[in-house]
């Protein structure tokens, strides 16, 4: 997949993601990590979010150049065309990335779930059930991202 604002925006918004979930692990006193290995790993997520964002003022310029691809969209086989486009409408590129960032907290959610061992298999059958629809509505906001993108510059 080559790399679009969308993707980009994605990644940084997952790693915001971990870093916020870590912070609330710290402030609990997770018995997961130690408070020193989540400092660590908060420091290696900053290192990260500041080479995204490089990335992402990089890509900006490029794009505006006509130097990258600006649309990559993803093709999904697993979920049903009726699935496929289901977002709020997202007039802007900050109304899309609300929304990615809004889908990608959901899945975060619903992977923790996932995983959860306190409950049955048919509970963890309905989340898994769950996860592809919001997974395919991720993919649907990074598109819609790409697509305002390319209408920005061609004004």
């Not at 310029?61 to 969209?73: F, K, S, Y």
């Not at 709020?88 to 900050?94: M, N």
């Not at 899945?107 to 996860?131: C, F, M, P, S, Y």
Request: aromatic residues 6%; contains cysteine; glycine residues 4%.
């Amino acid at each position: 997949m080559a790399e679009t604002l969308g993707s980009l925006i994605d990644k940084l918004s997952i790693k915001c993601i971990r870093e916020h979930f870590l912070r609330e692990m710290k402030e609990a006193g997770s018995s997961k990590f130690t408070p020193q290995e989540i400092d660590a790993r908060i420091e290696l997520l900053t290192k990260q979010k500041e080479q995204l964002h490089g990335e992402i003022e990089t890509f900006v310029v490029a794009a505006q150049q006509g130097l990258v691809p600006l649309r990559d969209e993803k093709i999904k086989l697993y979920n049903p065309l009726n699935q496929v486009g289901r977002i709020e409408d997202a007039t802007s590129i900050s109304r899309a990335i609300d929304g990615l960032i809004r889908k990608n907290f959901e899945l975060w959610n619903l992977e923790d779930q996932a995983r959860r061992t306190d409950v049955d298999l048919a509970h963890i059958g309905k989340v898994k059930k769950a996860i592809d629809p919001v997974n395919q509505q991720r993919n649907d906001y990074m598109d819609r991202i790409d697509a305002l993108l390319e209408q920005t510059f061609k004004k």
